[in-house]
Nanobody, 121 residues
Framework: QVQLVESGGDLVQPGGSLRLSCAASGSISSIKSMGWYRQAPGKQRELVATITSGGRTNYADSVKGRFTISRDNAKNTVSLEMNNLKPEDTAVYYC???????????????WGQGTQVTVSS
């Protein structure tokens, strides 16, 4: 049983900052990568940023230079520091983890329930 819980979504004005956090819990053997995806109203879900357990990162072009993803492998958590937020960043942000459960051979994708980020004046 694996659960991802996001926190930190809020209403923030343009140019402001916000920090999202996600914690994975359960019978986890190893986490290969964690990341953040977002889905705005009327839009497709898109990748925001990912990070492997080894620290390799990948960012969407739209957030490069503004967002920073980090992780704490010991705590099975991932965070997303969002700076200089823009109205177009408004979306539901979903935490994702690709991990192996204890006693399982293959890795699987898990998703959090989502946290709302609204950027508006």
């Amino acid at each position: 049983q694996v659960q991802l819980v996001e926190s930190g979504g809020d209403l923030v004005q343009p140019g402001g900052s916000l920090r999202l956090s996600c914690a994975a819990s359960g019978s986890i053997s190893s986490i290969k990568s964690m990341g953040w995806y977002r889905q705005a109203p009327g839009k497709q879900r898109e990748l925001v940023a990912t990070i492997t357990s080894g620290g390799r990162t990948n960012y969407a072009d739209s957030v490069k230079g503004r967002f920073t993803i980090s992780r704490d492998n010991a705590k099975n958590t991932v965070s997303l520091e969002m700076n200089n937020l823009k109205p177009e960043d408004t979306a539901v942000y979903y935490c994702n983890a690709n991990l192996k459960r204890a006693w399982y051979t293959d890795s699987e994708d898990y998703w959090g329930q989502g946290t709302q980020v609204t950027v508006s004046s």
